[in-house]
């Protein structure tokens, strides 16, 4: 059995918990999700993929005031057959204030990475642009309260070139910032603000540094209802320099069906752009397993296609 073939069987037989404790100081948990999913452009020929989207195994190990994770992931066409994507500790130092060291997530990005916490299939923005980081390793300094929340971290890369999976590796020549900080005393809303940038030469065959801001609200209009809009501006100079954007409106209809309905658009300076439509329907069997299917439209201008349609049906374990 190959590495991937063994994540999968490993998820399919877990018992059906969102975290299995393996005893007092060691949790499993993880997802594996697969799809169908063809987009016609215009003009152009149109495409399809049914394959596994990703798999993601997560190891957890609590030793008081010490937190460490590591995952294995698996994605088509990704560098390696499997990464290990999250490998890091963090330690509880009090007062509501954490320091982690490892490889980690960005703090970017009001969209999940993890395919299961996604309200659809595809993200809003990041054909042309590309703003919102993936993993990094280096240190971070998190503090939270009741409504406030903050960090900062300094890491080995905030992009590192199509591999946004890990970052360079080194801090030598060049290096990477990232800090946030959110705010949650209004009932029901979220407000998040940050800050990200490159030094020059951290991204191979780029001269020029990278920084780019991020701005999201999300605002629980009631029980079924949700909003999020979200305003994200990079400089990475000629070529790499622009804004995104999302609205965001989420419903739960009853228990087991609800749909995400987002508008969303990315723009290069002096470069292409889009507006984006989608809309997004799941169905949940229990906790463990649902489906979710998704019909996006994108307007472009300034691009070899006028428009393109996306039509996409997905099913996610996880445990």
């Known amino acids: 059995m190959n590495k991937i073939a063994a994540i999968v069987t490993m998820a399919a037989t877990l018992p059906a918990l969102a975290d299995v404790k393996v005893n007092d100081s060691l949790s499993i948990g993880g997802y594996a999700a697969a799809s169908y999913r063809t987009t016609d452009p215009d003009p152009g020929a149109a495409t399809d993929k049914f394959d596994l989207d990703a798999a993601k195994a997560i190891f957890t190990g609590n030793f008081k005031p010490v937190t460490g994770v590591l995952s294995l992931y698996y994605q088509p066409g990704a560098p390696s057959d499997v990464t290990v994507l999250d490998a890091f500790a963090t330690v509880d130092v009090g ?183 989608t809309v997004s329907p799941s169905y949940k069997v229990n906790d463990n397993f649902f489906f979710r299917a998704e019909l996006s439209y994108q307007d472009y201008s300034k691009f070899s296609a006028d428009s393109a349609t996306f039509l996409g049906f997905q099913t996610v374990l996880k445990f």
């Not at 994200?232 to 965001?248: I, M, R, S, T």
């Not at 987002?262 to 290069?268: V, Y």
């Open 95 to 277: 007062g509501g204030t954490s320091v982690t060291v490892g490889k980690f997530l960005s703090y970017m990005g009001y969209e999940a990475f993890d395919i299961p916490n996604m309200s659809q299939i595809t993200y809003a923005n990041g054909d042309f642009l590309a703003p919102i980081p993936g993993y990094h390793s280096g240190i971070r300094l998190d503090f939270g309260d009741k409504d406030n929340a903050a960090g900062i971290a300094l890491v080995d890369s905030v992009y590192s070139g199509p591999n946004y999976l890990k970052g360079d590796g080194e801090l030598k020549h060049n290096a990477g910032l990232e800090a946030f900080y959110s705010y949650k005393g209004i009932k029901d809303v979220t407000l998040w603000f940050g800050i990200a940038h490159d030094t020059e030469g951290n991204v191979v065959h780029k001269k020029e540094s990278i920084t780019i801001y991020d701005a999201w609200l999300s605002y629980d209009i009631s029980k079924e209802a949700s909003l999020g809009l979200e305003f994200c501006a990079k400089d990475g100079g000629p070529g790499d320099k622009g804004n995104n954007w999302l609205v965001y409106y989420g419903y739960k209809f009853d228990a087991k069906w609800s749909s995400a309905f987002r508008l969303s658009g990315e723009k290069l300076t002096n470069g292409p752009g889009f507006v984006k439509y």
